[in-house]
């Protein structure tokens, strides 16, 4: 069972996201914002069951991109996935590990 805590958002993260909104509310700013999508399994996903979350430098409150929020179904596959990947990544050879490794710096 996945714990509570991590289906929501942090009360600093809400803070957070509650001046970034208030800062620069324009809709136009909003569309122009990139989207960081989740990887499960080696796949973008560009939408999840709890949305997104606006980016926001910490000190001028500027946006920067909108992320997109694991819920708990993401939350779910994500383990399974990494379940699956963890023989296949297990049974690799280290000078293997290490040229997958460099090659996703």
Not at 15 to 22: I, P
Not at 35 to 48: F, K, M, Q, T
Not at 68 to 78: D, I, Q
């Amino acid at each position: 069972m996945i714990p509570r805590y991590l289906g929501r958002p942090s009360r600093h993260l809400n803070a957070s996201v509650s001046k970034c909104r208030r800062h620069l509310s324009s809709s136009a700013t909003r569309a122009a914002l990139p989207r960081v999508p989740l990887y499960i399994g080696g796949r973008a996903v560009e939408s999840s069951s709890v949305g997104t979350v606006t980016n926001c430098h910490a000190k001028t409150g500027e946006k920067s991109c909108e992320v997109v929020v694991a819920g708990e179904e993401e939350t779910y596959n994500a383990i399974r996935s990494s379940k699956e990947a963890f023989g296949v990544w297990r049974d690799t050879q280290p000078y293997e590990r290490r040229k997958i490794l460099l090659k996703a710096r």
